[in-house]
């Protein structure tokens, strides 16, 4: 069953009386999700004297939590959640949802360079979005589909992000071995509207308050120069779908 029909079967009563219990043992609770500091990226693009407009595609987890984070980002303009790295005709949640698609749930991160780097992208993906030492999986989401993914647009960003694995890897900075993917983009898909914004227009819903919303926290508490409050809220662009960045 995938999380969002979960969701849809809950009963509210159970959800109200799970999140209860959660509240109580929330101080527990957050002390063993405790997020791994990580450190600035020692390779990475300067700031751009003049604004613009750059894009990051990542993969990591439920693309709800991914959006809610990035959302909260100094410099971002935009964070749209759809899929990559499987064909158009199986960019759809259902399809996806069964793990045999080659899709990923993905964000597109629309951000201004001459306010956040790559590499500060980078930097919250790694710290508070995503644990770049789960397979296939992320948190309570098991499959494929949950893998992270650094989708690089270009060269710049496929040096910057090889070589920030690299750093974080022998600074033992997490104690098992990154499994983050950095893969070349090839097309981005929108996921139907009701994704969109979906943590931020759902805040009481139990998945998000027990695997979402503890990271904009961990966002705002390892990386305040970065935290933006309130959050840029997402807004449907003129592009056709699929988006090729190429």
Known sequence: MSRLRFLRAASPVLAALLLTF????????????APVAVPAPKDDAPLAKQP?????????GCFWGLQWVFEHVRGVTNVTSGYSGGAAATATYDQVSEGNTGHAETVRIQYDPSKVTYG??????????????ELDRQGPDTGSQYRG?????DAAQERIAR?????????????VPIVTQVVPFKAFYRAELYHQDYARLHPDALYIAINDAPK????????PDLYRSPP???HADPAVIPVDLH
Not at 22 to 33: D, F, I, T
Not at 120 to 133: G, I, K
């Open 22 to 33: 959660l509240a109580a043992c929330a101080p527990a609770a957050s002390g063993e999700a």
């Open 52 to 60: 613009g407009q750059a894009t990051a595609v990542l993969a990591g």
């Open 120 to 133: 500060d992208l980078l930097r919250v993906y790694f710290s508070a979005a995503t644990d770049p030492t």
């Open 149 to 153: 993914v650094i989708f690089y647009t």
């Open 163 to 175: 070589a920030y694995i690299r750093q974080l890897t022998d600074a033992h900075v997490f104690a």
């Open 216 to 223: 904009v926290v961990a966002l705002q508490r390892e990386l």
């Open 232 to 234: 840029v809220v997402w």
